[in-house]
């Protein structure tokens, strides 16, 4: 299983950490050891002082494909959740200023965080997708597919350009504004639409 994540798929969050709009998806990758399982708590990772939140929709790969046509890649995916893709902001600034690769502050174990799954049907890929992060009960952040840079379709058929796609894999389809930094003993509140997805405290 792999997960991808895409940086920067929103205009007001690729502003906020001072990055230009990219003109193809950015892509990065975390190991499956990333993925934090269900009902397992969340640690503040110890190398870091800066732990950041960015709340994703993420899709759930359905089918094997390479070199997927942007206009066959919704048949590629077939459930969406929301997830949290934890940055380590201050080893990603390091690295960023450095020209080095992001793992270290966005692949660490437990840093992919997602819900259980809803089953996509045609008609919620018609209508935009709303989705948001509380934290400590305040709405931190809120997201609108509308406001993607890169839809899904095009960020699937991207990938599958560089890399195949297996049943199972996951999409991080990125982060819209306002990711913030988190402390331990908060609580972090996932919603798709109106329904709770997860409760997750910072340990
Ligand atoms: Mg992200």
Same mark, same amino acid.
Request: proline share 5%.
């Given at each position: 299983?792999?997960?991808?994540?895409?940086?920067?798929?929103?205009?007001?969050?690729?502003?906020?950490?001072?990055?230009?709009?990219?003109?193809?998806?950015?892509?990065?990758?975390?190991?499956?050891?990333? /993925?934090?399982? @269900?009902?397992?708590?969340? !640690?503040? #990772? =110890?190398?870091?002082?800066?732990?950041? %939140?960015?709340?994703?929709?993420? /899709?759930?790969? @359905?089918?094997?494909?390479? !070199?997927? #046509? =942007?206009?066959?890649?919704?048949?590629? %995916?077939?459930?969406?959740?929301?997830?949290?893709?934890?940055?380590?902001?201050?080893?990603?600034?390091?690295?960023?200023?450095?020209?080095?690769?992001?793992?270290?502050?966005?692949?660490?174990?437990?840093?992919?965080?997602?819900?259980?799954?809803?089953?996509?049907?045609?008609?919620?890929?018609?209508?935009?997708?709303?989705?948001?992060?509380?934290?400590?009960?305040?709405?931190?952040?809120?997201?609108?597919?509308?406001?993607?840079?890169?839809?899904?379709?095009?960020?699937?058929?991207?990938?599958?350009?560089?890399?195949?796609?297996?049943?199972?894999?996951?999409?991080?389809?990125?982060?819209?504004?306002?990711?913030?930094?988190?402390?331990?003993?908060?609580?972090?509140?996932?919603?798709?639409?109106?329904?709770?997805?997860?409760?997750?405290?910072?340990?």
């Amino acid at each position: 299983m792999k997960i991808f994540c895409v940086g920067r798929n929103y205009a007001d969050h690729a502003k906020e950490l001072g990055n230009d709009i990219p003109d193809e998806p950015v892509i990065f990758m975390k190991p499956k050891t990333a /993925l934090l399982q @269900s009902h397992t708590p969340f !640690y503040y #990772p =110890e190398f870091s002082n800066e732990l950041h %939140y960015e709340v994703e929709l993420v /899709l759930r790969i @359905s089918k094997n494909g390479k !070199y997927i #046509p =942007e206009r066959q890649a919704h048949k590629y %995916y077939d459930a969406i959740s929301i997830g949290v893709d934890f940055t380590a902001r201050d080893i990603q600034s390091d690295l960023k200023k450095k020209g080095l690769p992001w793992e270290k502050a966005k692949s660490w174990d437990n840093s992919a965080v997602v819900a259980d799954w809803v089953l996509l049907t045609p008609e919620m890929l018609q209508e935009p997708i709303h989705f948001s992060l509380k934290n400590n009960k305040a709405v931190v952040q809120v997201g609108d597919t509308n406001d993607m840079i890169f839809s899904f379709n095009q960020i699937v058929a991207h990938i599958s350009k560089y890399f195949s796609l297996n049943i199972g894999d996951l999409v991080y389809t990125g982060t819209p504004a306002g990711v913030g930094e988190c402390v331990v003993g908060d609580v972090l509140e996932g919603f798709f639409e109106a329904q709770k997805m997860f409760e997750l405290e910072i340990k």
